[in-house]
């Protein structure tokens, strides 16, 4: 099953966070993402206007809300930006794989 198609599992904590090891084969599933010092993802969309832009994050907010996994956002005109990691092990879990995938299938434009 490829991650967009599954759905964030909660982290309750007391895991460690993926190792480079674990995380390369997820992150060669995703499009652009960066693995930022192994500790979080980041990737940047391109929009023709602030519109389209917050349109696309709202979209992608109601997904966070859906799979009870939060990403941050930052939105200016023509761009919005994400940042992706599991707060309760200070790094990466599958389930931050699995949300960046998720946003990999949005529509851009619409």
């Keep these: 099953m490829s991650l967009h198609e599954q759905n964030c599992e909660p982290c309750q904590g007391g895991v460690p966070p993926l190792s480079a090891e674990e995380q390369a084969p997820l992150l060669d599933q995703l499009k652009d993402w960066a693995a930022v010092d192994?500790?979080?993802l980041e990737k940047e969309w391109r929009f023709s206007d602030f519109a389209s832009a917050l349109a696309w994050v709202n979209r992608a907010g109601a997904i966070c809300e859906e799979q009870g996994?939060?990403?941050d956002f930052e939105l200016g005109w023509g761009r919005a930006g994400v940042r992706i990691w599991t707060h309760k092990v200070d790094g990466l879990t599958q389930a931050d794989f699995v949300l960046a995938s998720k946003f990999d299938h949005l529509q851009a434009g619409g």
Excluded: E, P, S
């Design 38 to 40: 192994g500790h979080h």
């Design 69 to 71: 996994h939060h990403a």
